[in-house]
């Protein structure tokens, strides 16, 4: 049986993983594009079973309890609202609306604005179309890998960035429920690239998203799909939630 052990400082909450970064991992199971349903809050430092199945999908389990399965899934590509520059994200990411704020996800490996050692893709909203929001990308050594962004890091970039932008305001918390990725190319360590995210459709408490990554001449890099789903009422527990994903 094959076995996945995610870091501790890849974390998403406080004591899961960031879930884009998971899903990127579990793609790997079946071919690098795939689509990555999270059932449960994934645990970090712990060895989590990987179960294969038909058609080349697979279960991943934690103590008996399947927390993810994946299944490989055909390339596609999205075209980005609009293309805006490097410089156009780093002038967005001063505009994060949650600077200085305690949330759920404050210290996430990936978008945290303080989080020393991040990723730093800090979104902000476009000025041309504020429901959108942009951020920028680049390679720090702790996430490179034989002089290319580990592809897992990608996915978690394509996830944080399609944060459903019209529940920022209210500060409504919502975690990821269902990612799919492709990546149609390595990027390289010294790339600067530019991660743009947008609403597709919104039901009761489930919102789809999009998102792409592009590099500085404004090409698709990667592309990806979500579902993310908000918090239950404070009665309710986030694993709870997760589960109730369609």
């Given amino acids: 049986m094959t076995r996945i052990r995610i870091a501790p400082h890849l974390n998403g909450l406080v004591d899961a993983a960031q879930g884009g970064i998971a899903s990127g991992l579990f793609a790997r199971i079946v071919g690098g594009t795939a689509r990555v349903r999270l059932m449960k ?9 990987v179960r294969k199945g038909r058609g080349g999908a697979a ?9 993810a399965t994946v299944e490989p899934t055909a390339p596609f590509r999205h075209n980005a609202p609009l293309t805006p520059t490097y410089v156009d994200a780093l002038e967005a990411a001063q505009r994060h609306p ?5 949330h759920p996800f404050a210290d996430c490996i990936v978008c945290s604005p ?6 730093g893709v800090v979104f902000g909203t476009s000025r041309l179309l504020p429901d959108v929001l942009i951020a920028p990308l680049s390679a720090s050594t702790p996430f490179v890998a034989d002089g290319a962004l580990r592809p897992e890091m990608l996915w978690g970039a394509l996830d944080c960035v399609s944060f459903p932008a019209d ?4 500060r409504t918390v919502a975690v990821t429920g269902q990612l799919t990725a492709h990546i149609e190319r390595a990027v390289a360590a010294d790339e600067r690239l530019v991660a743009v995210g947008w609403q597709t459709s919104t039901g009761t408490r489930s919102h789809r998203t999009a998102s792409v990554v592009l590099d500085e001449a404004g090409r698709v890099v ?13 009665t309710a527990t986030a694993t709870a939630l997760v589960q109730s994903v369609v």
């Fill in 41 to 49: 809050p994934v645990p970090l430092d712990v060895d989590l079973d």
């Fill in 59 to 67: 279960a991943i389990e934690h103590d008996g309890s399947v927390i």
């Fill in 98 to 102: 949650l600077h200085g704020v305690r």
């Fill in 114 to 119: 303080t989080r020393p050692g991040g990723l």
């Fill in 167 to 170: 529940l920022l305001p209210s």
């Fill in 222 to 234: 990667a592309s990806g799909d979500m579902t993310w789903v908000e918090f239950a009422p404070p």
